[in-house]
C-alpha cells in the first residue's frame, strides 16, 4: 500500500458548514438508517422552498395546544353582521372611497389560519427561495460536487426549517388577532370582512370598554382597511414586491453558520433539526433589505394612518370610546405585535408602521387643508402618494413646503382625479406600482 493509500481522504467541504457532518459521515459517528427516517418524516417532498403543508399542520398543533377554539355561535355571528353594517354607514359619511367588503364573517381562529394561509405562503415563498438559494451559494463548487445528495437534503433542510417556524408563527399569531386586516396586510379573502370574536374579547379585557363598542371599532378598522385595498388596486402589489425585495437581498453569513454547526454532535440528529427549527440559516440584514425594509413600513404606515384618520372622523361626537380604544390600538402595534413578532421569527422581517403617529397626523393636515377627497385621492396612484420623506414633516407636505419642482403636475394630477372618476389610470391601461421612495 502506497503513502497516497495510507492517507485519510481530504474532506473537500473543509472550511465550510458541512465540514462537521462530512467528518461524521467518515468516521462512522451515524446511524444512517436512523437518521434517514427521521430527515425523511421531516424533510418530506414539497413544491416551492417551503414545506407549507409542514407549516400549516405545525400551526393547527400550536394553536391546538394553546387551548378551545370554538366556533362562533349564532349570537357571535348576528353581532359582527350589525357592527359591520353599522361601520360602513359612518364611513360613508366621511370618505369618498366605497365600501370595500360586501360580506361579513365570524371567524375562528383556526378558520382564519385556513384562509389566510395562500397569502402567508405568497408572501414568505420569496424569502424562502433566496435563502434556501443562498445556503446552497455558499457552499464552494468543489464540495457541493462531492455533496450529491446532499445538496438536495440541504435545500429540504431550509425548506423544513421555514415550514417549521411559519407554522410555529402563525398557530401563536391565530391566538392573537382580531380581523383579517389586523396587521395592515390583506390577508383574507377579498370583500369579506372578517372578525375573529375570541380575539375582541381578549383586546378589549381591561380595557372598562363596553363590548359592544370594541367590536364596533374593530368592524370599523376592518371595513376601511377593506375600501383602501378595493379602491387601490396597485397597493398589495407594492407591499408584496416590498417583501419580494426582502428576499431577494438576501445574504447568508458562513461564517456564522460553521460556528454553530461546530458545536453540534452529528450523531444526534435531533439537535440538528433544533438547530434549523431554531433559525441556524437565518441571513443577515443587507444594505438591500433595508431599503426594501424601509419602503414597506413606510406603505403600512400610510396605510395604518389613513385607517386611523378616517375611523376617527366616522367615531367623533358619536362613540367617546373611540379615542382611548384608538391609542389601545397604537400601543399594541408599536410594542411590536404579532405581525412583527411573526416576520421576525422567520428572517427578521418586521412588519411595524413605526411612523404610525406622523402618518396619521399628515393625512388629518390634507384633510383639514384640502378636504378630504383630497385625501383620499392620493390613493388612487401611486405617484400621488406622500414619501418617507414627507413623513418626517407631515405638517410640511398638507401645507406643500416639501414639494419638489414638481409641484405643478402634482397639483394637476389631484384636480383631474377630483374632478374625474378617481381611477388614477393613465390612460395606457397598465399603471404604476409602488409607492414614491
Not at 26 to 44: K, P, R, T, Y
Not at 86 to 113: N, Q, R
Not at 168 to 183: F, K, M, W
Not at 296 to 312: F, M, Q, R
Request: hydrophobic share 40%.
Amino acid at each position: 500500500m502506497t503513502e497516497d493509500e495510507n492517507e485519510e481522504p481530504k474532506n473537500p467541504f473543509a472550511g465550510t458548514p458541512m465540514e462537521q457532518i462530512f467528518g461524521a459521515f467518515s468516521s462512522g459517528q451515524f446511524d444512517m438508517n436512523q437518521i434517514m427516517g427521521q430527515m425523511q418524516q421531516m424533510f418530506a417532498p414539497h413544491e416551492g422552498s417551503v414545506n407549507f403543508e409542514l407549516a400549516k399542520d405545525v400551526a393547527r398543533q400550536t394553536l391546538a395546544a394553546a387551548g378551545p377554539d370554538p366556533s362562533p355561535n349564532s349570537a357571535q355571528k348576528g353581532a359582527v353582521d350589525d357592527a359591520v353594517r353599522l361601520a360602513e354607514t359612518w364611513l360613508d359619511g366621511v370618505t369618498s372611497i366605497p365600501a370595500g367588503a360586501t360580506t361579513a364573517a365570524a371567524w375562528s381562529k383556526a378558520e382564519w389560519i385556513e384562509a389566510t394561509a395562500g397569502t402567508w405562503q405568497t408572501l414568505v415563498e420569496p424569502i424562502a427561495e433566496h435563502v434556501v438559494s443562498a445556503m446552497a451559494d455558499a457552499l464552494p463548487e468543489e464540495a457541493k460536487a462531492v455533496a450529491g445528495p446532499l445538496m438536495g437534503m440541504l435545500s429540504q433542510a431550509g425548506g423544513a426549517m421555514f415550514g417549521q417556524q411559519v407554522g410555529q408563527a402563525l398557530g401563536g399569531l391565530a391566538s392573537e388577532v382580531i380581523s383579517s386586516t389586523d396587521i395592515g396586510l390583506p390577508l383574507g379573502t377579498e370583500r369579506i370582512a372578517a372578525i375573529l370574536p375570541a380575539g375582541v374579547e381578549a383586546f378589549g379585557e381591561g380595557l372598562e370598554h363596553p363590548a359592544s363598542d370594541v367590536l364596533l371599532y374593530v368592524a370599523l378598522r376592518e371595513c376601511a382597511h377593506h375600501r383602501l385595498f378595493q379602491h387601490s388596486p396597485w397597493l398589495r402589489p407594492a407591499l408584496v414586491g416590498a417583501i419580494e425585495d426582502f428576499g431577494r437581498g438576501t445574504r447568508i453569513d458562513v461564517s456564522a453558520i460553521q460556528s454553530q454547526l461546530q458545536g453540534l454532535d452529528p450523531s444526534r440528529p435531533e439537535e440538528i433539526q433544533e438547530a434549523l427549527t431554531g433559525g441556524l440559516f437565518e441571513p443577515e440584514r443587507t444594505p438591500e433589505q433595508q431599503k426594501a425594509l424601509n419602503r414597506l413600513e413606510t406603505l403600512l404606515a400610510l396605510v395604518e394612518g389613513w385607517v386611523d384618520e378616517v375611523v376617527s372622523e366616522a367615531t367623533k361626537d358619536r362613540m367617546p370610546a373611540a379615542a382611548p380604544l384608538a391609542e389601545a390600538m397604537r400601543r399594541r402595534r408599536a410594542a411590536g405585535g404579532p405581525a412583527e413578532q411573526t416576520f421576525a421569527s422567520l428572517v427578521g422581517l418586521e412588519l411595524r408602521p413605526r411612523k404610525l403617529r406622523e402618518a396619521t397626523t399628515l393625512w388629518a393636515a390634507l384633510r383639514d387643508r384640502q378636504g378630504a377627497k383630497a385625501r383620499d385621492a392620493a390613493w388612487s396612484h401611486p405617484d400621488l402618494m406622500p414619501s418617507a420623506a414627507d413623513l418626517d414633516d407631515p405638517l410640511g407636505f398638507a401645507q406643500g413646503e416639501n414639494r419638489t419642482p414638481s409641484d405643478d403636475e402634482f397639483d394637476a394630477a389631484i384636480g383631474e382625479l377630483l374632478d374625474g372618476d378617481g381611477n388614477g389610470d393613465d390612460g395606457t391601461g397598465t399603471g404604476k406600482v409602488g409607492p414614491a421612495e
